[in-house]
């Protein structure tokens, strides 16, 4: 038989892993969508994440007209910008930086490192074909390219 103190313990329990059990799916996936994105596309986003590892994947192939969206899942800063490090003069507008493309980026001014402590995520549309390399601009040897066919 359970007594009242145990009934409310066990209450109490039961809730606690009912919130936990719908909350932390919550935090996992708000703000992302929830569909398959293919590693070969044109006019729909294509999603690279940013691990503790670097890029993955390091490589993709695009359309033309292809979003990629990149999102930040590591323990480190993320700037998404083209080659050539430090300059980003490769492809012009290929930059985390200001762009409009940045999603969260908090607005302030702030030294650059702390300005991109908000942003998780990164979307740029590629308008030119060829092959564009890049780099978190932060930590210049975690590098990627996507290829615009």
């Given at each position: 038989?359970?007594?009242k ?7 109490v329990v039961l ?24 590693v070969?596309?044109s006019?729909?986003v294509?999603r ?11 490589s993709?192939?695009?359309g033309?007209g292809a ?5 930040n ?6 700037w ?8 980003h003069s ?9 762009s409009e493309?940045n ?6 001014s ?5 300005a ?6 990164y979307?740029?549309?590629?308008e030119?074909r060829?092959r ?10 975690d ?7």
């Open positions: 038989m359970i007594d103190k145990n009934a409310i313990l066990i209450a809730f606690i892993a009912a919130v936990v059990g719908l909350y932390v799916p919550y935090l996992q996936y708000s703000g992302q969508e929830n569909t398959i994105t293919p070969s596309t006019g729909t294509s690279i994440v940013y691990t503790n590892k670097g890029f993955e994947p390091a993709i192939t695009v033309l979003t990629v969206e990149w999102v899942e590591s323990d480190k800063l993320m998404v910008a083209s080659n050539d490090h430090p300059s490769i492809l012009p507008g290929f930059d985390q930086k200001g493309g999603v969260s980026a908090p607005q302030s702030v030294p650059v490192a702390l991109h402590t908000g942003v998780e995520i979307r740029y549309t590629f030119k060829g564009w390399d890049y780099h978190n601009h932060l930590v210049p040897a590098r990627g390219t996507v290829v615009v066919e």
